[in-house]
């Protein structure tokens, strides 16, 4: 640990793909972990092409230079938070396990990204079930929507409707997540509900204004929010809480630079009129 390690900020790394628009992936942890005070580091797990409609094809990074890359960030910065996104391949999955098992002290905040927001699968079933069996255990947060939730747990047998939400959430935290903060994007319903659950069930609920139109990214703010909160010296209800506070008006100051969904805009709070007429 360097000398001066108690006057840095706090490090937040993350593990995700690149989104060259900005909106999702990587840039968007590192644009949501700065607003929210903290360094970033990342490790790049896959390359995409895509566009604010949606994902046209992913590369993934090969397993051994994700986890070079973890390793010289980790064996030379004391980082306090892990945050996942895209991990693209079983390989990266088990090689990025294998890692941050050596590290069981730091929290881990894991948004299991599953598909776009146009829908395009971002993981087959192999993935899923290496995400559940490697990384849950390890899992201090996960953040799943609705329907990630329904899909990490879904057994053929139960038909079309699958569990409810909050028996989703109790099999997530049985296979090893210490929380679980399912969103309720995807749902039907006049608010948005997100609801924490743990080891004793539901711990809290929030409900927010559902916004008009459609937005890239929403999950990774999200995810990446909790994790700087937590670095920030949070409590996960608070840590949950402010990241939706935050996340909510990253989404409502939205824009739309292309012909697809929103962008949050994670600077929000440097735009404000407030602000701006101050001087």
């Not at 204004?209 to 608070?238: Q, V």
């Amino acid at each position: 640990m360097p000398p001066d390690a108690e006057l840095l900020p706090p490090i937040v790394l993350t593990f995700a793909a690149s989104d060259p628009t900005g909106g999702a992936g990587v840039q968007a942890d590192l644009l949501t972990l700065a607003s929210l005070g903290c360094h970033p580091l990342s490790v790049v797990t896959g390359l995409t092409v895509q566009d604010t409609a949606g994902v046209e094809d992913v590369l993934p990074v090969d397993a051994g230079w994700v986890a070079d890359q973890a390793r010289a960030l980790l064996e030379d910065i004391p980082v306090t938070v892990f945050k996942f996104g895209m991990l693209c391949s079983v390989e990266t999955i088990a090689a990025i396990a294998e890692i941050v098992n050596d590290y069981p002290s730091i929290p881990l905040v894991f948004d299991p990204v599953l598909a776009s927001g146009r829908g395009d699968q971002l993981a087959d079933d192999e993935m899923v079930d290496a995400m559940l069996g490697l990384l849950l255990p390890r899992t201090t947060v996960l953040t799943p929507n609705s329907l990630e939730a329904r899909r990490l747990v879904l057994d053929e047998d139960e038909g079309e409707d699958g569990p409810t939400l909050p028996e989703c959430a109790r099999r997530l935290v049985n296979a090893g997540a210490e929380f679980v903060l399912v969103t309720g994007t995807h749902e039907n319903t006049l608010q948005i509900t997100n609801t924490l659950y743990g080891q004793r069930g539901r711990v809290c609920e929030d409900s927010w204004e559902r916004l008009p139109g459609s937005y890239h990214g929403s999950g990774c703010t999200l995810a990446s929010a909790i994790a700087a909160n937590l670095a920030n010296g949070l409590g996960i209800e608070d840590a949950v809480r402010d990241a939706q506070d935050y996340t909510w008006h990253a989404l409502a100051a939205g824009f739309r630079p292309g012909m697809g969904q929103y962008i949050p805009d994670r600077f929000f709070w440097a735009r404000g009129e407030e602000e701006c007429g101050d001087d």
